[in-house]
């Protein structure tokens, strides 16, 4: 079992920067694949970057050269640095955990979510 918890979201200009953070509980943080998603109002979840227990990271188009996302498995912890930010990145954003092995993107093969955290970007 893995609990995660999210934070570092906020209210922020366009044109701006954030950096999230994503904390695991347990003491098997680096056997799991992990993931950064999002879902805005009335639209579905949207993957947006994964970071493989090797450290390879993957990103969707829509946000590849903008976010960054890092691990750090002393801390148990992973990160999305997230750079020139567009009103349409306000959204809940969440992490996820699994053994994924080859399917990155794919958001049905992460077992733990996080609760969220919100960042809105006014223009």
């Known amino acids: 079992q893995v609990q995660l918890v999210e934070s570092g979201g906020g209210l922020v200009q366009a044109g701006g920067s954030l950096r999230l953070s994503c904390v695991a509980s347990g003491r098997t943080f680096n056997s799991y694949d992990m993931a950064w998603l999002r879902q805005a109002p009335g639209k579905g979840r949207e993957f947006l970057a994964a970071?493989?227990?090797?450290?390879?990271?993957y990103y969707a188009d829509s946000v590849k050269g903008r976010f960054t996302i890092s691990r750090d498995s002393a801390k148990n912890t992973i990160f999305l640095q997230m750079n020139i930010l567009k009103p349409e990145d306000s959204a809940d954003y969440y992490c996820?955990?699994?053994?994924?092995?080859?399917?990155?993107?794919?958001?049905?093969?992460?077992?733990?979510w996080g609760q969220g955290t919100q960042v809105t970007v006014s223009s």
């Open positions: 970071i493989s227990r090797g450290g390879d990271s």
């Open positions: 996820a955990a699994g053994e994924v092995g080859a399917g990155l993107s794919h958001l049905l093969n992460y077992r733990f």
